[in-house]
Every structure is written in structure tokens, then in C-alpha cells.
């Protein structure tokens, strides 16, 4: 197994650099599994849905879609990405703030302790099952 970072994930999605997009390319192409961890997930999402590239929500679902589909992509909580995505289609919520909360739900259940609450102030992600307002 290898792992990428947020820049090869990026080249490799966007096609993009002449240089670094063909590299990135290559070891999508290969038989190493890629480990793709939350954070370089969650700060993909985040750059493509930004000022510079403005990724429609319909295409990022679509792009974890199809990195779910890719043979050699390990996640590395496939179950919380997949519940995180769910939350990403019929919430108004960012992936992120999903990807948050079912983190913490996840990480309570393996520690055998109950999640009393996940606090934010934005208020898509108060859509979320499980999220509250704090105060």
C-alpha cells in the first residue's frame, strides 16, 4: 500500500499539470492499493468546491463516486466515507462537516462511549442527524 497526498489526488482528478498529472496518473494506473486518508479526501473536496475550480456539489459526488469505483483506492474508513457521502446527497451539508460528525460517531462506538452531541453553528451541517446547536 501507498498513500498520496492531497496535490497527487488532485493532479490525478484534474488532469491539470503537464508535468505532475501524468505521474499521479501512473500510480492511479498501477497495482499498489492507494490509501486516500480523510484529511487528504476532505482537503481535495475543499479545493475543488472553492473560488479557483467551483466544482458543482452534483460533480463531487459523482468524483467520490467513481474514486469509490477505482480498484486500487483504499479509504481509510470506507463504511464513514460511504455514511459521509449519503449525508453529502440529502443534506445541504458539506462533506466535510459529514465526514466530521461520523468520524466522532465512529470513533465513540471503537472507544464503547456514547457521542452526547456534535456542536456547530453552520446550518446546512445542523441538517446532519446527530448535530445541535451549541448553547
Request: glycine share 4%; aromatic share 8%; net charge negative.
Amino acid at each position: 500500500m501507498i498513500c498520496v497526498d492531497t496535490n497527487v489526488l488532485l493532479r490525478y482528478v484534474l488532469d491539470d499539470d503537464p508535468r505532475q498529472s501524468p505521474r499521479s496518473a501512473e500510480l492511479f494506473s498501477g497495482e499498489a492499493k492507494i490509501l486516500i486518508t480523510d484529511v487528504v479526501l476532505a482537503e481535495a473536496l475543499w479545493t475543488l468546491a472553492g473560488k479557483k475550480y467551483k466544482v458543482s456539489r452534483e460533480d463531487l459526488l459523482d468524483l467520490i463516486e467513481a474514486l469509490f469505483a477505482e480498484p486500487v483506492i483504499e479509504f481509510e474508513d470506507k463504511a464513514v466515507v460511504w455514511r459521509s457521502l449519503g449525508d453529502f446527497r440529502t443534506t445541504e451539508a458539506d462533506f466535510q462537516d459529514a465526514l466530521i460528525l461520523r468520524k466522532a460517531e465512529h470513533l465513540a462506538s471503537v472507544r464503547q462511549e456514547m457521542l452526547t452531541g456534535f456542536f456547530t453553528f453552520d446550518e446546512a451541517a445542523l441538517q446532519l442527524d446527530g448535530a445541535t446547536r451549541p448553547g
